[in-house]
T-cell receptor, first 117, second 120 residues
Framework: AQKVTQAQTEISVVEKEDVTLDCVYETRDTTYYLFWYKQPPSGELVFLIRRNSFDEQNEISGRYSWNFQKSTSSFNFTITASQVVDSAVYFC??????????????FGTGTKLQVIP | DSGVTQTPKHLITATGQRVTLRCSPR?????VYWYQQSLDQGLQFLIQYYNGEERAKGNILERFSAQQFPDLHSELNLSSLELGDSALYFCASSVAGPPDRLLWSANVLTFGAGSRLTVL
């Protein structure tokens, strides 16, 4: 079975601080993909990044960066110089193929980030 | 606009009633997923359809049912509603996938804005 754990339920930071959101996953599949989604106060989930299980290169996109470590089954997300617009709930997700060969996506419980001006 | 349309956006009903939530996937997407988001419960997977066929089932109650129609829109039916069914219900869709089915786990889910159900 697959599992995604986001141990941080809520985080508050002051604007311009850096913040890291943790994600730990469990799967026996050797081929899988990891995702981060953002859910702003408006409610709609927005895709941020996808990583496959064979690519452990870290990725940076502007103020966002992602650290994938297979050895610790973690896929952490760091926001540098946080801004108020970063306030949202962030979900980590794990995608594998189910026994029928179709995509199965398991989400973590989310981390609510509040950036205080 | 994500391209995934969900209606209604808000719905208030009483216990024991039945409601239908509707989802139109993004153009070209064959897979539809339904998720339930309750307070402090994260996103719970309910059910998945691919091109009209049910392909995966999560923790979906027997009081709930869904289907995907030939035009690919999907409906989630919730019956004998209870207070605990109050939640945000999301529909998501994904592309059929690349020709190599082994890569289907790479598909990005595109979410609709959700339907907020309040059961009083």
């Amino acid at each position: 079975a697959q599992k995604v754990t986001q141990a941080q339920t809520e985080i508050s930071v002051v604007e311009k601080e850096d913040v890291t959101l943790d994600c730990v996953y469990e799967t026996r599949d050797t081929t899988y993909y990891l995702f981060w989604y953002k859910q702003p106060p408006s409610g709609e989930l927005v895709f941020l990044i996808r990583r496959n299980s064979f690519d452990e290169q870290n990725e940076i996109s502007g103020r966002y960066s992602w650290n994938f470590q297979k050895s610790t089954s973690s896929f952490n997300f760091t926001i540098t110089a946080s801004q108020v617009v970063d306030s949202a709930v962030y979900f980590c997700a794990l995608s594998v193929l189910n026994s029928g060969g179709y995509q199965k996506v398991t989400f973590g419980t989310g981390t609510k980030l509040q950036v205080i001006p | 606009d994500s391209g995934v349309t969900q209606t209604p956006k808000h719905l208030i009903t009483a216990t024991g009633q039945r409601v239908t939530l509707r989802c139109s996937p993004r153009s070209g997407d064959l897979s539809v997923y339904w998720y339930q988001q309750s307070l402090d419960q994260g996103l719970q997977f309910l059910i998945q359809y691919y091109n009209g066929e049910e392909r995966a089932k999560g923790n979906i109650l027997e009081r709930f049912s869904a289907q995907q129609f030939p035009d690919l829109h999907s409906e989630l039916n919730l019956s004998s509603l209870e207070l605990g069914d109050s939640a945000l219900y999301f529909c998501a869709s994904s592309v059929a996938g690349p020709p190599d089915r082994l890569l289907w786990s790479a598909n990005v889910l595109t979410f609709g804005a959700g339907s907020r159900l309040t059961v009083l």
